[in-house]
């Protein structure tokens, strides 16, 4: 996907700050997996490298390779583990 679509139909994504917010706006595995294919190989340099759906893009990636919260550090630790419960 190029980048000006992937902004046109994830731009209810774009300043997302709390996780617990994604399933609102990408409520199925399915949604979550489906952004994650259409925006992972996407290049930013425009935001220093950053995508504009890095909260969303975490879960995504987290979901998607299965990564274990317990490597997650921080304060944010329990919002993501139920977010990305929401996704199993």
């Not at 700050?17 to 290049?43: G, S």
Request: glycine letters at 4%.
């Amino acid at each position: 996907m190029v980048k000006y679509k992937a902004r046109q139909k994830y731009h209810k994504l774009e300043g997302l700050v709390n996780y617990a917010d994604l399933p609102k706006l990408l409520p199925t595995k399915r949604e979550l997996v489906q952004f994650w294919a259409d925006v992972k190989e996407l290049a930013w340099p425009e935001y220093y490298g950053s995508s504009p759906w890095s909260l969303a893009s975490q879960v995504a990636y987290m979901v998607c390779n299965n990564c274990p919260v317990r490597d997650i550090h921080g304060d944010e630790r329990l919002e993501l583990a139920k977010t990305i419960d929401h996704y199993s």
